[in-house]
């Protein structure tokens, strides 16, 4: 008896639900960009390697062309389209307004989720390896040298680089940490 090959699952995205059968290979990135229209999670490398289609998932930052849409389900899916409060845009998302943390656009959105998650990581005082001294509790100054190595997962091809490192600390200083209170503190860190 051959097993089934797809599934009805539900995903929670940016506050609603929405139910759709789906082949147990479609990753995380096909399901939100060709299934449910929410094309601003972009396909880069397809691979996991440059980040523009980074999302979080219960609050951590993940590559979503490398999560399968069936091992997300019940989880809290956050996609560029949902970190903005209505009309009033997300910290992180004034402060590439506002320092030009982007050029052509396209790795934006995986970089301003990150840039959320990274924040929070950071304010949970979890260690980078560009982190001089893990054995201090708490977090750590946020330099140039941390949030690049931090936010090295998400690549550019416009190399805006400085700019969006200025972005990063930017948002930081206003004090932004988490999205929607998800606390990476009441998780353990990523192996």
């Not at 979080?56 to 062309?65: I, N, S």
């Not at 943390?101 to 990581?121: F, H, K, R």
């Not at 936010?151 to 190399?159: Q, V």
Request: charged content about 20%; overall charge negative.
């Amino acid at each position: 008896m051959a097993l089934p090959t797809s599934s009805v699952i539900t995903l929670h995205i940016n506050g609603e639900q929405h139910t759709l059968p789906v082949d147990h290979r479609t990753t995380l990135l096909d399901a939100l960009r060709e299934r449910l229209d929410l094309t601003g999670t972009k396909k880069g490398c397809d691979q996991g390697q440059c980040g523009a289609c980074t999302v979080l998932v219960d609050g951590r930052r993940t590559v979503a062309c490398l999560q399968l849409a069936v091992a997300a389900e019940g989880r809290e899916i956050t996609t560029i389209e949902g970190v903005a409060d209505g009309e009033r845009l997300h910290p992180v998302q004034q402060a590439f307004l506002d320092l030009d943390g982007y050029q052509c656009g396209y790795c934006t959105p995986g970089q301003i989720c990150s840039a959320i998650g990274m924040l929070a990581e950071h304010a949970a005082g979890w260690p980078s390896a560009a982190t001089a001294d893990v054995r201090l509790a708490g977090p750590r100054p946020l330099t140039a040298d941390e949030i690049r190595e931090r936010m090295s997962g998400n690549l550019c091809r416009c190399a805006a680089y400085t700019s969006i490192v200025e972005a990063v600390a930017s948002a930081a200083e206003s004090g932004t940490t988490a999205l929607g209170g998800t606390r990476p503190e009441d998780k353990e860190p990523a192996a």
